[in-house]
C-alpha cells in the first residue's frame, strides 16, 4: 500500500469547505457533476456520473471526512480517502490522505490538484 499526503489551503470558511467536499451540490458547481452525496457515516457517494464512488467510512462534520473510493479504471479496488480540515488564520487548510494500490504516484498528485483541489478553490475562493 502506498500514500499520497497532500495539504491545501483553501482562503474560505471551514464551514464552507465542508460543504464543497459533502454535498452534491457543491460538488457540481466545482465541476465534479453528476453528482449524489449523503454525507453520513455509511452514507454512498458518487462523483462524475459514477466515475468516482464509494462509502462515507467516517464524518466529524467541518473536522473529518473519511471515504472508500471506487473508480471507474478497475471498480472493485478500493482507496481509502481522508480529507482533515483545520481552520487558520481565516483560511481552511484541507489534509489529504490517499492510501491504496497507487500505481502513478505522480499522475494521482496532478489529479487531485486539476479535478478536485483546484476547482474547489476557484469556486470557494471567487
Same mark, same amino acid.
Given at each position: 500500500?502506498?500514500?499520497?499526503?497532500?495539504? &491545501?489551503?483553501?482562503?474560505? *470558511?471551514?464551514? /464552507?469547505?465542508?460543504?464543497?467536499? +459533502?454535498?452534491? @451540490?457543491?460538488?457540481?458547481?466545482?465541476?465534479?457533476?453528476?453528482?449524489?452525496?449523503?454525507?453520513?457515516?455509511?452514507?454512498?457517494?458518487?462523483?462524475?456520473?459514477?466515475?468516482?464512488?464509494?462509502?462515507?467510512?467516517?464524518?466529524?462534520?467541518?473536522?473529518?471526512?473519511?471515504?472508500?473510493? &471506487?473508480?471507474?479504471?478497475? *471498480?472493485?479496488? /478500493?482507496?481509502?480517502?481522508?480529507? +482533515?480540515?483545520? @481552520?487558520?488564520?481565516?483560511?481552511?487548510?484541507?489534509?489529504?490522505l490517499y492510501v491504496g494500490d497507487i500505481?502513478?504516484?505522480?499522475?494521482?498528485?496532478?489529479?487531485?490538484?486539476?479535478?478536485?483541489?483546484?476547482?474547489?478553490?476557484?469556486?470557494?475562493?471567487?
Amino acid at each position: 500500500m502506498k500514500e499520497i499526503r497532500q495539504t &491545501y489551503e483553501i482562503k474560505a *470558511p471551514r464551514s /464552507k469547505v465542508w460543504w464543497a467536499l +459533502t454535498t452534491a @451540490e457543491a460538488a457540481e458547481q466545482w465541476g465534479a457533476g453528476p453528482a449524489t452525496m449523503d454525507a453520513q457515516r455509511g452514507g454512498e457517494f458518487s462523483y462524475w456520473d459514477g466515475d468516482i464512488h464509494g462509502i462515507n467510512t467516517r464524518v466529524e462534520p467541518e473536522s473529518l471526512l473519511a471515504q472508500d473510493w &471506487y473508480g471507474h479504471d478497475d *471498480p472493485t479496488q /478500493k482507496f481509502n480517502v481522508t480529507f +482533515t480540515l483545520e @481552520e487558520q488564520s481565516g483560511a481552511t487548510l484541507v489534509h489529504l490522505l490517499y492510501v491504496g494500490d497507487i500505481k502513478d504516484e505522480q499522475k494521482d498528485i496532478k489529479d487531485w490538484q486539476e479535478y478536485y483541489f483546484t476547482p474547489i478553490k476557484e469556486l470557494l475562493e471567487a
